[in-house]
């Protein structure tokens, strides 16, 4: 990871902070053995809200070290709640969806959920955060993916794709590489 720029002045270096911090969900997720925390004793997975206490925990955390950053879990939208709002002062403004893939609103939540969400906001940029837990959730990545590719936003706005892959099965030892 690039060092973490935590000086927060512009809508720009907001939206590369909560880049940022997605990126150490990634990390924290897929290579330092939080996807264990997505998944219960028995290895099954857990729900949606278990990957959105883990974000919300690092961004959290990421948000005080900066001295400026804000996040606000379920913020009330007007159209809804969204999943996290980052915000630095009123005019700064960040919102961040996460979708498990299994869930049956992953593509309406890229097509329809987070754009409304940042129209009744007056927000440009969005985050949907997209988490694999199975293997076989590939074929829905690969679609989320192209779905991403031609979406189509008014007035400059703009959401940015991450996909976390949680699935265990994916994950050796590295003395087993």
Same mark, same amino acid.
């Given at each position: ?5 935590? =000086?927060? *002045? ?6 590369? $902070? ?10 924290? +997720? /897929? ?17 949606? @809200?278990?990957?959105?206490?883990? $974000? ?37 403004? #960040?919102? #961040?969806? !996460? ?18 969400? =940042?129209?009744? /906001?007056?927000?440009? !940029?969005?985050?949907?955060?997209? #988490?694999?837990?199975?293997? /076989?959730?590939?074929? @829905? +990545? ?16 703009? !959401? ?15 003395? *087993?590489?």
């Amino acid at each position: 990871l690039p060092k973490i720029n935590l =000086l927060i *002045k512009t809508q720009e270096t907001l939206e590369d $902070f909560v880049s940022q911090v997605i990126s150490q969900f990634k990390k924290g +997720v /897929e290579s330092n053995e939080g996807y264990f925390l997505l998944f219960d004793e028995d290895d099954k997975p857990r729900g949606e @809200r278990a990957a959105q206490t883990l $974000f919300w925990n690092i961004a959290d955390t990421m948000c005080k070290m900066s001295g400026g950053a804000d996040v606000s879990p379920e913020e009330k939208t007007g159209r809804g709640l969204v999943d996290f709002k980052f915000s630095e002062g009123y005019n700064k403004k #960040v919102l #961040v969806e !996460i979708k498990l893939i299994k869930n049956q609103k992953l593509y309406p939540g890229l097509e329809k959920q987070l754009p409304t969400y =940042l129209d009744a /906001e007056d927000v440009d !940029i969005g985050f949907y955060v997209a #988490v694999k837990q199975l293997a /076989e959730e590939n074929v @829905r +990545v690969q679609r989320l993916v192209e779905k991403h590719k031609k979406l189509s936003l008014n007035n400059g706005k703009k !959401i940015h794709l991450n996909v976390i892959d949680a699935s265990l099965k994916t994950k050796t030892s590295a003395s *087993k590489l």
